[in-house]
């Protein structure tokens, strides 16, 4: 109601879709001063293959073009953004049907007001099914 002094603690979000390959979606303090922390799905050896069949180009005699091709692969993840070591704001990069589902954003903020302090981050990320196909 209006006038009352309860303070308002919903954090908003913001999305953007680039094209049809990049989506993202956020909540919380994502400010590029601040510490981050980052888990990336690695791409199977059977999608390295699949990619590279559909992606034949000639390649250079000097070119690394294979190497760290697993390793490098920063197409699914999550980013948190960390204020003297506690979560404060969260960045979901093209994880599958992010729009549209409300508890990925809703987990989000829970994990934003927990701070998960002290706790293991690849397992906090698996709260957003990083790993998911």
């Given at each position: 109601m209006a006038g009352d002094s309860q303070s308002y603690r919903h954090q908003s979000m913001f999305w953007?879709?680039?094209?049809?390959?990049i989506e993202y979606e956020a909540v919380g303090l994502v400010d590029?001063?601040?510490?981050?922390?980052?888990?990336?799905?690695?791409?199977?050896d059977e999608e390295i293959k699949e990619d590279k069949s559909n992606t034949e180009k000639p390649k250079d005699k000097g070119s690394n073009n294979d190497r760290n091709s697993k390793v490098d692969n920063y197409e699914h993840g999550v980013?948190?953004?960390?204020?003297?070591g506690q979560i404060v704001g969260?960045?979901?990069?093209n994880l599958n049907s992010f729009r549209g589902n409300p508890?990925?954003?809703?987990?989000?903020r829970q994990v934003i007001?927990?701070?998960?302090?002290?706790?293991d981050?690849?397992?906090?990320a698996k709260l957003f099914n990083v790993y998911a196909d």
């Open positions: 953007c879709s680039l094209g049809s390959s590029s001063s601040l510490q981050t922390y980052s888990v990336f799905r690695k791409k199977s980013i948190f953004y960390l204020k003297d969260v960045v979901l990069w508890s990925r954003m809703d987990i989000a007001m927990d701070g998960a302090q002290g706790k981050l690849t397992e906090v």
